[in-house]
Nanobody, 114 residues
Framework: VQLQASGGGLVQAGGSLRLSCAVS????????MGWYRQVPGEQRESVAT???????NYATSAKGRFTISRDNARNTVYLQMNSLKPEDTAVYYC?????????WGQGTLVTVSS
């Protein structure tokens, strides 16, 4: 299973970005997927998750601003981020946990300027 994240960049506070994570290998529609983020020197934290059936869960910091979604026809999971804040600056990773293995994308940098 390979995950390829994209969509990061530099945006002003209050702006929006949409991250994408294309998944190859295996059966995507069966995967639970998640977005995580990490600031240098800090632990990686969960931002949002989506189950194979489309149920979602968000970190408190993401609720009301971020939306995770999936397109099983495109084998892709998305993270729509609105009302971005400087504290959202981080490297964002997509992830899926399979029996016996944990898969991470390469990360995409999001920088929010004040």
């Amino acid at each position: 299973v390979q995950l390829q994240a994209s969509g990061g960049g530099l945006v002003q506070a209050g702006g929006s970005l949409r991250l994408s994570c294309a998944v190859s290998g295996g059966t995507f529609r069966r995967y639970h997927m998640g977005w995580y983020r990490q600031v240098p020197g800090e632990q990686r934290e969960s931002v949002a998750t989506i189950t194979s059936l489309g149920s979602t869960n968000y970190a408190t910091s993401a609720k009301g601003r971020f939306t995770i979604s999936r397109d099983n026809a495109r084998n892709t999971v998305y993270l729509q981020m609105n009302s971005l804040k400087p504290e959202d600056t981080a490297v964002y990773y997509c992830h899926t946990l399979q029996p016996g293995a944990s898969y991470w994308g390469q990360g995409t940098l999001v920088t929010v300027s004040s």
